[in-house]
C-alpha cells in the first residue's frame, strides 16, 4: 500500500455516523480546511446534524468566536451522504464513530475495506475497542489506528492516537500530523489498552462517585459540588455522563466486562436502572438530573 498521503495538507475526509460526535468530528475537519463527507445511512439523522451543526455555529458567530465567512467556507466543503460507497471514494481518511458494537463497526470496516483505496487510512473514534478488535476487519491492518476525540468534539483539544500491533509508523505519524491540523492536541498511545488513558482515569472517578452515591454517603448534588469547588474539574461526575450519555458509559462498561470478565467492570446499579428506564441524560432530558428541554440545562 502507498503511504505518501500527507495528513496534514488539504485531505478528503469520510467521517461515518451522524450522531453528536461523527458530525462535530466532521465539522472540525471541515473548519480546518479538509473537504468531508458525512456519511449516515438515516437521512433523518443528516438532516438532524445538520441543523444542530449550522445552530451551534450561528451561535459561535454571534459571540465573535467565529467568522461568518469562515463557516461559510466549512459547510461549503462538508457534504452530506447517504451512500456509504460513493461517500468512500477517493478518501484519504476514514473515521468510525457509528454505535459502539462491535460486530456493527467489523462489518463496517469490512464494507470500508471493499470500497476504499488500499491506502486510505481507517479509523474509529471507538474508546470501548482497543485497534485490534477492529484492525482485522478490513485489509492491510496497518493502516488502522483509533482515533479517539472527545465530547464536544468541537470545543476538546484532546485526541488519543492508539496504535495497534499492526499500526505502521507512517500511519501513526500521519495520523498525528491530521490531528495537528485539526488544532488539536494529540496524545499518543504506543499500545493499546482497554478504556485508553484519559477514560481509564474518568472511570476510576465515576465509579468512586456512584460507589459514593450508592452508599448514601452524599447526593448527586454533593458530590458534583465537590469536584467542581475542590478538585477544580469544569464538570462533576455525574453531570459529565449526563453530558456525553449515561448509555455510552453503560457499553463500554459492557464492552470491558466482556474483554475481562472480572465483575468489578460491570455497570453500576445506578447506570442499569437508569439504562433500563431510558434515563440516558441530556439526550433524553433526563439522567441524574432534569433538563429543561428549551436550554438543556437542570431543571426541577
Not at 452524599?218 to 458530590?223: G, Q, R, Y
Not at 458534583?224 to 461526575?237: F, K, S
Amino acid at each position: 500500500m502507498s503511504e505518501t498521503t500527507d495528513l496534514s495538507a488539504g485531505l478528503t475526509v469520510l467521517v461515518v455516523g451522524a450522531g453528536a460526535m461523527g458530525s462535530q468530528i466532521a465539522l472540525v475537519a471541515a473548519l480546518a480546511g479538509h473537504d468531508v463527507r458525512l456519511a449516515d445511512l438515516d437521512a433523518e439523522a443528516l438532516g438532524r446534524a445538520d441543523q444542530q451543526l449550522r445552530k451551534r455555529m450561528e451561535q459561535q458567530v454571534a459571540k465573535g468566536r467565529r467568522t461568518a465567512d469562515d463557516v461559510s467556507a466549512a459547510f461549503a466543503r462538508l457534504t452530506l451522504q447517504t451512500d456509504l460507497a460513493a461517500g468512500a471514494d477517493g478518501v484519504d481518511l476514514v473515521i468510525e464513530a457509528v454505535v459502539e458494537d462491535l460486530e456493527v463497526k467489523r462489518q463496517l470496516f469490512a464494507t470500508l475495506g471493499e470500497v476504499c483505496r488500499p491506502d486510505t487510512i481507517l479509523a474509529s473514534n471507538t474508546s470501548s475497542f482497543v485497534p485490534s478488535r477492529l484492525a482485522d476487519a478490513a485489509p492491510y491492518p496497518q493502516r488502522f489506528v483509533n482515533l479517539h476525540f472527545f465530547n464536544p468534539a468541537l470545543v476538546m483539544k484532546c485526541v488519543e492516537v492508539v496504535r495497534g500491533p499492526e499500526t505502521s509508523d507512517d500511519v501513526a505519524a500521519r495520523s498525528v500530523a491530521f490531528v495537528e491540523s485539526l488544532g488539536k492536541q494529540p496524545v499518543v498511545l504506543e499500545k493499546e489498552i482497554n478504556g485508553f488513558i484519559a477514560n481509564r482515569i474518568l472511570n476510576a472517578v465515576r465509579d468512586e462517585a456512584i460507589h459514593l452515591l450508592e452508599a448514601g454517603v452524599a447526593s448527586v448534588e454533593s458530590i458534583d459540588l465537590a469536584c467542581r469547588t475542590a478538585l477544580g474539574y469544569p464538570m462533576g461526575p455525574f453531570e459529565l455522563m449526563d453530558l456525553t450519555g449515561i448509555d455510552i458509559g453503560y457499553r463500554t462498561k459492557m464492552a470491558r466486562h466482556a474483554e475481562t470478565q472480572d465483575p468489578a467492570d460491570l455497570p453500576s446499579r445506578t447506570v442499569t436502572e437508569l439504562v433500563a428506564a431510558g434515563h440516558l441524560g441530556r439526550k433524553s432530558g433526563r439522567g441524574f438530573y432534569t433538563y429543561d428541554p428549551s436550554t438543556q440545562t437542570p431543571g426541577a
